[in-house]
T-cell receptor
Framework: AQSVTQLDSQVPVFEEAPVELRCNYSSSVSVYLFWYVQYPNQGLQLLLKYLSGSTLVKGINGFEAEFNKSQTSFHLRKPSVHISDTAEYFCAVMPLSGNTGKLIFGQGTTLQVKP | GAGVSQSPSNKVTEKGKDVELRCDPISGHTALYWYRQSLGQGLEFLIYFQGNSAPDKSGLPSDRFSAERTGGSVSTLTIQRTQQEDSAVYLC?????????FGPGTRLTVL
């Protein structure tokens, strides 16, 4: 079985400050890793994904994440946040066994950017 | 191009009634997924379609829930005899390879 833990339910941060949203996962099989963002009353939008190769992946809106296999982590970072980054962020894994491609999500982290 | 669309955007129903939720995937996407987002349970997988077949229905919470997909395109999620615990946002996603593209969701409220 797989599980995803997002260690912070809420992260308040001031505009232009750096931010890190933490994600750990547990899986007995190999997985792909994803971060999605959800703005109020909208669906989920893909920020970035790790499939293989370089462990540092860059996504949209200036976000990046680093896959750490030994720590089973996939933390999301941004060096300088904007008010418009206020949203809920979801970390997800896709198990590579079973061949269904379903996503298993963490509970989400609400990023609150203050002026 | 057009993204994933879902209808209705909001649905309010009375306990015991049946509801149908519709998903129009991105054209050409062979895989389609339904998820449920609720306050208590977060985002949960419900069912996966490949073409018109559903090889993984493991997330459907009870036999009151069913889904079908026709023509390898539109999908309908049906909830029979709705209960208050069915209140949630139902999200649909479609994919071609490894990335799922989500629709805006249907917010279901069961009174």
């Amino acid at each position: 079985a797989q599980s995803v833990t997002q260690l912070d339910s809420q992260v308040p941060v001031f505009e232009e400050a750096p931010v890190e949203l933490r994600c750990n996962y547990s899986s007995s099989v190999s997985v792909y890793l994803f971060w999605y963002v959800q703005y109020p009353n909208q669906g989920l939008q893909l920020l970035l994904k790790y499939l293989s190769g370089s462990t540092l992946v860059k996504g949209i809106n200036g976000f990046e994440a680093e896959f750490n296999k030994s720590q089973t982590s996939f933390h999301l970072r941004k060096p300088s946040v904007h008010i418009s980054d206020t949203a809920e962020y979801f970390c997800a894994v896709m198990p590579l066994s079973g061949n269904t491609g379903k996503l298993i999500f963490g509970q989400g982290t609400t990023l609150q950017v203050k002026p | 191009g057009a993204g994933v669309s879902q209808s209705p955007s909001n649905k309010v129903t009375e306990k015991g009634k049946d509801v149908e939720l519709r998903c129009d995937p991105i054209s050409g996407h062979t895989a389609l997924y339904w998820y449920r987002q609720s306050l208590g349970q977060g985002l949960e997988f419900l069912i996966y379609f490949q073409g018109n077949s559903a090889p993984d229905k493991s997330g459907l919470p009870s036999d009151r829930f069913s889904a079908e997909r026709t023509g390898g395109s539109v999908s309908t999620l049906t909830i029979q005899r709705t209960q208050q615990e069915d209140s949630a946002v139902y999200l649909c996603a479609s994919s071609m390879l490894d990335t799922q593209y989500f629709g805006p969701g249907t917010r279901l409220t069961v009174l």
